[in-house]
């Protein structure tokens, strides 16, 4: 069973605001990643991080989101200005390796955006 | 293009008989491929995995997945299924032409019937 932690679980957010979520990876997992999970299932990869660095990310996440995974912190994702459109299940997932390697999912943050 | 597709979005079979759930992509490279399962309101948990080796892989709960190059497929299968299983199936794919992050097919919703 996974023990990725994410807070809050539930986040209900105005337009125009910030949105902000976090992540405790499984200990000793050096990778993290972050997903957004729509209403239709629809799954986008948004950044990921080998300890402190950033590894991937598209181009939405460089534009509308801070991220970071600080050494002995919670990695966090935050949505500079809220839009509807954000509304969704925010998933974070670590890795003991950047790739082949199988990722464990935390429960998610579902964040509303009024 | 690079897709992973999952051509049911829905499933329905009563307690006891086996399912096949059917997974595609259109990678090139070497291939990464999981099945998750997500129940209602939470994360995903990890079923299994193929890398190499052999192409039948055994994962929790008695499912199993078969890779197949030539037909590009991964089907999740399981022989006897439990109410427990109704749930959301998620195949997932990444390959080493396409960073380190999974794609994953938009679902198959699982509904065992007692």
């Known amino acids: 069973n996974s023990k990725v932690i994410q807070t809050p679980r539930y986040l209900v957010k105005g337009q125009g605001q910030k949105a902000k979520m976090r992540c405790i990876p499984e200990k000793g997992h050096p990778v993290v990643f972050w997903y957004q999970q729509n209403k239709n299932n629809e799954f986008k990869f948004l950044i990921n991080f080998q300890n402190q660095e950033v590894l991937q990310q598209i181009d939405m996440t460089e534009k509308r989101f801070s991220a970071e995974c600080p050494s002995n912190s919670p990695c966090s994702l935050e949505i500079q200005s809220s839009e509807a459109g954000d509304s969704a299940l925010y998933l974070c997932?670590?890795?003991?390796?950047?790739?082949?390697?199988?990722?464990?999912f935390g429960p998610g943050t579902r964040l509303t955006v009024l | 293009t690079q897709t992973v597709s999952q051509s049911d979005a829905h499933v329905t079979v009563f307690e006891g008989d086996s399912v096949e759930l059917r997974c595609n992509y259109s990678y090139g490279g070497s291939i990464y491929l999981s099945w998750y399962i997500q129940h209602h309101g939470r994360g995903l948990q990890f079923l299994l995995k193929?890398?190499?080796?052999?192409?039948v892989v055994q994962g929790v709960n008695g499912f199993e997945a078969e890779f197949s190059k030539s037909d590009s497929s991964f089907h999740l299968r399981k022989a006897s299924v439990h109410w427990s299983d109704s749930a959301v199936y998620f195949c997932?794919?990444?390959?080493?032409?396409?960073?380190?992050?999974?794609?994953f097919g938009t679902g198959t919703k699982l509904q065992v019937v007692p």
């Open positions: 997932a670590s890795s003991l390796e950047t790739k082949n390697a199988e990722q464990f």
């Open positions: 997932a794919v990444s390959s080493s032409n396409s960073g380190t992050y999974q794609r």
């Open positions: 193929y890398y190499s080796g052999n192409p």
